[in-house]
């Protein structure tokens, strides 16, 4: 299975971005999939989920501002990201769930087990 994110880049604050996670080797609406991110010297954050069924679950830090979704046809995961703030500057990654995960585990990294090389976002 490979993740390949692209889309980020550098934009202003109140700008937006939308990222794009590309799945091979397995197929994205039937597997727990999120998106996290990783500021310079910190750890990774989830940061929007959605599961097998299209259930979605977004951190309260982007709550309303970002919004994760899937199209099955290209097989590829989208983060959209508006009203962006310089605290959302991170790598962001995507991420894949092989097996099931509780809900309650949608943002703890260790719960998944496949990843992308991430993608930069800088916001100024």
């Known amino acids: 299975v490979q993740l390949v994110e692209s889309g980020g880049g550098s934009v202003k604050a109140g700008g937006s971005l939308t990222l794009s996670c590309s799945v091979s080797?397995?197929?994205?609406?039937?597997?727990?999939m999120a998106w996290f991110r990783q500021p310079p010297g910190q750890g990774r954050e989830g940061v929007a989920a959605?599961?097998?069924?299209?259930?979605?679950g977004t951190a309260d830090s982007v709550k309303g501002r970002f919004t994760i979704s899937q199209d099955k046809a290209k097989n590829t995961l989208y983060l959209q990201m508006n009203s962006l703030k310089p605290e959302d500057t991170a790598m962001y990654y995507c991420?894949?769930?092989?097996?099931?995960?509780?809900?309650?585990?949608?943002?703890?990294?260790?719960?998944?087990?496949?990843w992308g090389r991430g993608t930069q976002v800088t916001v100024s």
């Open positions: 080797g397995d197929t994205v609406s039937s597997r727990y």
């Open positions: 991420a894949l769930a092989a097996s099931p995960i509780r809900v309650s585990d949608e943002f703890r990294p260790s719960a998944y087990n496949v």
């Open positions: 959605v599961d097998s069924d299209g259930r979605t």
